[in-house]
Nanobody, 125 residues
Framework: QVQLVESGGGLVQAGGSLRLSCAAS????????MGWFRQAPEKEREFVGG????????YYADSVKGRFTISKDNAKNTVYLQMSSLKPEDTAVYYC??????????????????WGQGTQVTVSS
């Protein structure tokens, strides 16, 4: 079992930045591929980005590429989502998730086993 807790959400103006954190506890954090997803009201949960178990490889949705950066600190059992140049359309509840696979890229919610409770990000225009 892995428990995930997100933090760092809030209200920010368009063009601003936020950094989300996801703290993990339970089984060895370094064994998991991590992902970030978001869900806006009345929309499906969508992939934002993912990072390999080692933290050496990250990949992103086209909508956030160049603006968002994921990093993973295995020593601190934490994964981060640095968000810059935020837009109103980035407004959503953001979730971190853990996948048990160690290779490949994981883009879909069903690829992930463990989920945090989410943190709200609101970008005002």
């Amino acid at each position: 079992q892995v428990q995930l807790v997100e933090s760092g959400g809030g209200l920010v103006q368009a063009g601003g930045s936020l950094r989300l954190s996801c703290a993990a506890s339970g089984r060895t954090f370094s064994w998991y591929t991590m992902g970030w997803f978001r869900q806006a009201p009345e929309k499906e949960r969508e992939f934002v980005g993912g990072i390999s178990w080692s933290g050496g490889r990250s990949y992103y949705a086209d909508s956030v590429k160049g603006r968002f950066t994921i990093s993973k600190d295995n020593a601190k059992n934490t994964v981060y989502l640095q968000m810059s140049s935020l837009k109103p359309e980035d407004t959503a509840v953001y979730y971190c998730a853990a996948a048990t696979g160690l290779s490949g890229s994981y883009y879909f919610p069903h690829d992930y086993t463990y989920w945090g409770q989410g943190t709200q990000v609101t970008v005002s225009s």
